[in-house]
Nanobody
């Protein structure tokens, strides 16, 4: 059974940065499809970014150029570096995984939540002046 533990959330001002981490237990991150979703109060959960086993990453248009996803294979951890944060980036951020996976993110495909089998508990991000 795969378990995911998120960390790194917090409260920042617009324009600042945060790095979220998701540590994977029970599987090797290099074999997984990994992703981040977020949910703001009163809104539906939104897919944000994903990375496949081949390290191809895809992003929702609103975060392109600001968010960068990476896998640390040695630490079995997924990171998302979030720069130039905006108030609209606020919400609970959830890490998701499907292990093992043969998903192919070529063509900027961004998987939906139904394509993941494991979820973390979430970490809160608040961007406010």
């Amino acid at each position: 059974q795969v378990q995911l533990v998120e960390s790194g959330g917090g409260s920042v001002q617009p324009g600042e940065s945060l790095r979220l981490s998701c540590e994977v237990y029970g599987s090797t991150i290099s074999s997984c499809l990994m992703g981040w979703f977020r949910q703001a109060p009163g809104k539906q959960r939104e897919k944000v970014t994903a990375i496949d086993k081949y390290r191809r990453a895809s992003y929702v248009y609103s975060v392109m150029g600001r968010f960068t996803l990476s896998k640390d294979v040695d630490k079995n951890t997924l990171h998302v570096q979030m720069n130039s944060l905006k108030p609209d980036d606020s919400g609970m951020y959830y890490c998701a995984a499907d292990c093992p996976s043969f998903a192919d993110l070529s063509g900027d495909y961004l998987p939906g939540d139904f394509e993941y089998t494991s979820w973390g508990q979430g970490t809160q991000v608040t961007v406010s002046s």
